[in-house]
């Protein structure tokens, strides 16, 4: 489903889809890791992480720390319990923790927010490729997540066509410090967690540019 926003947003990109957790759900905090050290090896440009710990984790914060040192985004969602509490990737440093917004840019009532949240992007009535060829609605930061990731996707595109040199500008760097200047202030919208929401919601038309 998130693989789904993926390819609609960024179609160019290539999608290297890695299973970390079983037909139910479930996984563990190793398998996660292993998913992420996979992904680094094999030259991802970009990892998004729809999935959240409700606790600091060590072996998970090793994993993303040599993913950002490898200069690899990491994009994580940040929650739904509708809270100010940090779940994990997203509440790394240097992760871009993501809250869930509406059409009218207002936080989704189930979306996180915080010091964990460092963009917001719409999580609310997503359509997206459903298991058994279908299509469906979906609502959540876990569909928040992968619409960043792609705008990353698409701001490497642009980097290599222009002739970035990533040596003397991290990707992870160029890809925050475009986040946060290209993100729509919505506060006005969401007086209630201003400020609280990250930079705003991202501008997917800015990143195409």
């Given at each position: 489903?998130?693989?789904?926003?993926?390819?609609?947003?960024?179609?160019?990109?290539?999608?290297?889809?890695?299973?970390?957790?079983?037909?139910?759900?479930?996984?563990?905090?190793?398998?996660?890791?292993?998913?992420?050290?996979?992904?680094?090896?094999?030259?991802?440009?970009?990892?998004?992480?729809?999935?959240?710990?409700?606790?600091?984790?060590?072996?998970?914060?090793?994993?993303?720390?040599?993913?950002?040192?490898?200069?690899?985004?990491?994009?994580?969602?940040?929650?739904?319990?509708?809270?100010?509490?940090?779940?994990?990737?997203?509440?790394?440093?240097?992760?871009?923790?993501?809250?869930?917004?509406?059409?009218?840019?207002?936080?989704?009532?189930?979306?996180?927010?915080?010091?964990?949240?460092?963009?917001?992007?719409?999580?609310?009535?997503?359509?997206?490729?459903?298991?058994?060829?279908?299509?469906?609605?979906?609502?959540?930061?876990?569909?928040?997540?992968?619409?960043?990731?792609a705008q990353a996707a698409l701001m490497?595109?642009?980097?290599?066509?222009?002739?970035?040199?990533?040596?003397?500008?991290?990707?992870?760097?160029?890809?925050?410090?475009?986040?946060?200047?290209?993100?729509?202030?919505?506060?006005?919208?969401?007086?209630?967690?201003?400020?609280?929401?990250?930079?705003?919601?991202?501008?997917?038309?800015?990143?195409?540019?």
């Amino acid at each position: 489903m998130t693989v789904g926003i993926l390819a609609a947003v960024a179609p160019g990109a290539q999608i290297m889809p890695i299973r970390a957790f079983d037909d139910q759900g479930s996984g563990s905090v190793w398998a996660i890791k292993k998913a992420i050290m996979y992904a680094v090896k094999n030259h991802a440009s970009v990892i998004n992480m729809s999935l959240g710990l409700p606790s600091y984790s060590h072996t998970l914060a090793n994993a993303v720390a040599f993913a950002l040192k490898n200069d690899v985004v990491v994009v994580a969602s940040a929650g739904n319990n509708g809270t100010a509490e940090v779940q994990y990737p997203a509440g790394y440093p240097q992760v871009i923790g993501v809250a869930a917004t509406d059409l009218h840019d207002v936080k989704a009532p189930f979306s996180n927010y915080g010091i964990a949240v460092y963009v917001s992007a719409p999580g609310v009535n997503i359509i997206s490729a459903y298991p058994g060829n279908h299509y469906a609605v979906l609502s959540g930061t876990s569909f928040s997540a992968p619409l960043v990731a792609a705008q990353a996707a698409l701001m490497h595109t642009a980097f290599v066509n222009y002739g970035v040199n990533f040596n003397d500008y991290p990707f992870v760097f160029c890809v925050r410090y475009l986040l946060a200047m290209g993100a729509v202030d919505i506060n006005s919208q969401n007086p209630n967690f201003s400020n609280q929401l990250g930079h705003g919601r991202i501008n997917l038309e800015k990143s195409k540019q």
